[in-house]
């Protein structure tokens, strides 16, 4: 009997022994697989951030766009000219000139009441009031303003406006600008990254990636409390519609910093769900086996994930940095690269010479072939320019058919049989179109940095002197201004 009871003690001790390893090995690998679901949460909001931040980038860089865009338009002599007079006809011959050269979905002109003169846009008629829109009212105050509101049939739109003065300095107009950043394509342009995104105006949601959720509220206090409240950006995870999400949201400012919406990226929870759910559920010695290969597969697939996720931001940067009709730089990235080389320039590097050329009678190229014609011109010109630059040299398209080129390191002396090397090389593309065969020439100017810059854009605006003495000069020219 003592035996048997020594035997049976054995066993309870090997069982309590067996159950207390299995109860440790699967405590282990709980808390591990919650130190990795940290960790993948942490990761995968860190992307997000990085996709968040890329888009407001290029949301801001078309914002800078529309305003200088709308600077210069209401600026020019006859535009004022036009509005101060009610010429509706000229201003709908600019309306033209201007809509090919500007990248946008409507401009118009209104008089002094905010009564539209002339618009390209088929929802907003002539003689139509739209003194309501805020950015109008700043601007027949006398006040640029840039704001995110609904126009017409677009939700929610980037708009700017700017007042046009006559001669003695009072307003008579405003010139408007409308870019719809906000719209279904945008939302669609993201989620091909395999990302899910919302715009939201201030609390509804106006366009979406996930289903039937455009029209609601965003319904959640924290977020409601951090976004549009403080004007912060909340990253974390959120339930929508019974789905679990890692997300950020981010608010979207008019220039007056008031809160217009938010931005909504995020991720769904699958994957570190399922496999959470499944290990905890299985049957311990199966789980005990289970567990290791699928934390390995776990591993490799967060591998995999990261490396998409990186390859996704990595591909939309390309597309925020590059001209995808040109392959040049974009403005963008040419203003942080000009803003850069000031810096380093001010604190006693040497800077960059700085080249902006355009195309001439490229309005008759337009005119004559058709803007198709016009787009190969532009695309072979800068592979024109390109094969007479070095690896580290980078071409801008600024706007148009104008262009803006940093070459690092390149002496001044050198200016003159480069830019000769180019006029040579873009003289000799030739182009076809239809039956027709024609060839096109450029004009170029030169300078770089002085001392008395206050900022790059000194700089630029003796470039774009240069290029005009080299138009008057009679085209297919250079002009250097060292």
């Known amino acids: 009997m003592s035996k048997r009871k020594s035997e049976l003690s054995g066993i309870k001790l090997l069982l309590f022994f067996g159950i207390s390893v299995i109860i440790a090995i699967v405590a282990i690998i709980v808390v ?26 290029t949301v801001e860089a078309w914002g800078r766009a529309m305003r200088g865009n709308a600077l210069i338009i209401s600026s020019r002599s006859d535009v004022v000219e036009a509005v101060r007079n009610k010429d509706h006809i000229s201003l709908y011959t600019l309306l033209f000139d201007f809509a090919k050269a500007t990248p946008s979905d409507f401009i118009l002109f209104t008089d002094e009441h905010g009564i539209v003169m002339a618009s390209n846009a088929p929802f907003v008629k002539a003689y139509s009031d739209i003194s309501y829109l805020g950015v109008v009212q700043n601007a027949l105050q006398g006040k640029n303003s840039m704001r995110y509101e609904p126009v017409g049939k677009i939700p929610f739109a980037g708009i700017f406006s700017s007042p046009i003065r006559n001669f003695n300095g009072e307003v008579v ?25 919302t715009v939201f105006r201030y609390d509804r949601r106006i366009a979406s990636s996930l289903e039937d959720v455009v029209g609601t509220k965003v319904n959640n206090p924290v977020v409601e409390e951090t976004v549009l409240k403080n004007g912060h950006t909340f990253v974390g995870s959120v339930r929508i519609k019974g789905t679990d999400y890692y997300s950020v949201y981010s ?145 801008i398209r600024w706007g148009g058919d104008e262009f803006v080129g940093i070459f690092e390191g390149m002496k001044y002396s050198s200016c003159k ?46 470039a774009d002197s240069a290029l005009y003495c080299s138009k008057v000069n009679g085209k297919n020219a250079m002009f250097i201004d060292l």
């Open 251 to 395: 608010p979207v400012f008019n220039d007056d910093k008031s809160i217009a919406g938010m931005i909504f990226v995020a991720k769904e929870h699958t994957v570190i769900k399922v496999v959470t759910r499944g290990i905890l559920h299985l049957v311990l010695p199966i789980c005990l086996f289970i567990a290791l290969a699928l934390i390995t597969a776990l591993l490799k697939q967060t591998v995999h994930d990261r490396l998409v996720l990186k390859q996704k931001a990595d591909l939309l940067l390309h597309q925020l940095n590059w001209d995808v009709l040109t392959n040049a730089n974009t403005r963008q990235f040419g203003m942080n690269e000009l803003s850069h080389c000031f810096d380093n320039y001010k604190l006693g590097l040497p800077g960059p010479v700085i080249m902006m050329l355009d195309v001439d009678n490229f309005k008759g190229v337009n005119d004559t072939y058709g803007h198709e014609a016009g787009d190969e011109v532009l695309k072979k010109i800068v592979g024109a320019v390109y094969k007479n630059c070095r690896s580290n040299d980078k071409i």
């Open 173 to 197: 107009g405003s010139v408007v600008i409308c870019y719809d950043i906000m719209g279904r394509s945008f939302v669609d342009l993201i989620h091909g990254y395999g990302i899910e995104c």
């Open 32 to 57: 591990s697989l919650k130190v990795f679901e940290r960790d993948f949460i942490k990761s995968t909001n860190s992307e997000l951030e990085n996709i968040s931040h890329g888009i407001f980038n």
């Open 417 to 462: 049989s480069f830019a000769s090397k180019i006029l040579e090389s873009v003289s000799k593309v030739t182009f076809v179109s239809g039956d027709s065969t024609f060839n096109v020439t450029v004009s170029i100017g030169f300078t770089s940095f002085k001392p008395t810059d206050n900022s790059y854009e000194d700089a630029l605006a003796r």
